[in-house]
């Protein structure tokens, strides 16, 4: 009898959503606040009037690693410390000038909407590997039950390539039963 080779098993997905959740809220908040600590530290702003930007580096590798929500809650953390921090009058969360309300929240739409493509880029190239991996797994056992001519070797086959599939879910024996 014919084994399938290597066939792959798909990924159980067991992940405890709130521990995530912790992690990308530590990683927004502490990366949205170390670039303001660099720009605050050497003073980049207002001589670099454009150094917001750096903040996006941040939002997008949030999106583009871990998750649309720590890349949102990375733009909304950004934009109140850029507030708070370096913008005129410091340490307060008023704004004097409607051109610096007007670049503030410019910024916040732009890292938002930037950091929802990124992540949907994301999303889409796991689901792409996803179904790379699906057709995979199809093709190997189309081609291992070919080579067989047995009905009963045939099944065979099938039942162990669903448990090869399915170990990770914990499935450990299959059986195919017929009429």
Same mark, same amino acid.
């Given at each position: 009898? #014919?084994?399938?080779? !290597?066939?792959? $098993?798909?990924? =159980?997905?067991?992940?405890? #959503?709130?521990? #995530?959740?912790?992690?990308?809220? %530590?990683?927004? %908040?502490?990366?949205?606040?170390?670039?303001?600590?660099?720009?605050? =530290?050497? !003073?980049?702003?207002? $001589?670099?009037?454009?150094?917001?930007?750096?903040?996006?580096?941040? %939002?997008?590798?949030?999106?583009?690693?871990?998750?649309?929500?720590?890349?949102?809650?990375?733009?909304?953390?950004?934009?109140?410390?850029?507030?708070?921090?370096?913008?005129?009058?410091?340490?307060? +969360?008023?704004?004097?000038?409607?051109?610096?309300?007007?670049?503030? +929240?410019? +910024?916040?739409?732009?890292?938002?909407?930037?950091?929802?493509?990124?992540?949907?880029?994301?999303?889409?190239?796991?689901?792409? /590997? /996803?179904?790379?991996?699906?057709? #995979?797994?199809?093709?190997?056992l189309v081609r291992a039950?070919?080579?067989?001519?047995?009905?009963? /070797?045939?099944?065979?086959?099938?039942?162990? =390539?669903?448990?090869?599939?399915?170990? $990770?879910?914990?499935?450990?024996?299959?059986?195919?039963?017929?009429?």
């Amino acid at each position: 009898m #014919r084994q399938i080779e !290597h066939l792959p $098993s798909l990924e =159980a997905v067991v992940s405890l #959503r709130w521990r #995530r959740y912790m992690y990308d809220s %530590i990683l927004a %908040i502490a990366g949205a606040l170390l670039v303001t600590g660099i720009i605050y =530290a050497f !003073h980049l702003y207002p $001589s670099i009037p454009n150094i917001s930007i750096a903040y996006l580096l941040v %939002i997008l590798a949030l999106a583009s690693t871990r998750s649309l929500y720590a890349a949102v809650l990375a733009s909304i953390v950004s934009f109140f410390s850029f507030d708070f921090f370096l913008v005129p009058p410091y340490f307060t +969360f008023t704004v004097d000038k409607f051109e610096e309300w007007l670049a503030l +929240f410019v +910024f916040l739409v732009t890292a938002i909407i930037t950091s929802q493509l990124a992540s949907a880029l994301r999303q889409r190239a796991v689901q792409a /590997r /996803r179904q790379e991996r699906e057709t #995979r797994i199809l093709y190997e056992l189309v081609r291992a039950t070919n080579n067989e001519e047995d009905l009963d /070797r045939q099944l065979t086959i099938v039942a162990g =390539a669903i448990v090869d599939v399915f170990s $990770s879910w914990g499935v450990r024996d299959c059986g195919i039963f017929l009429p």
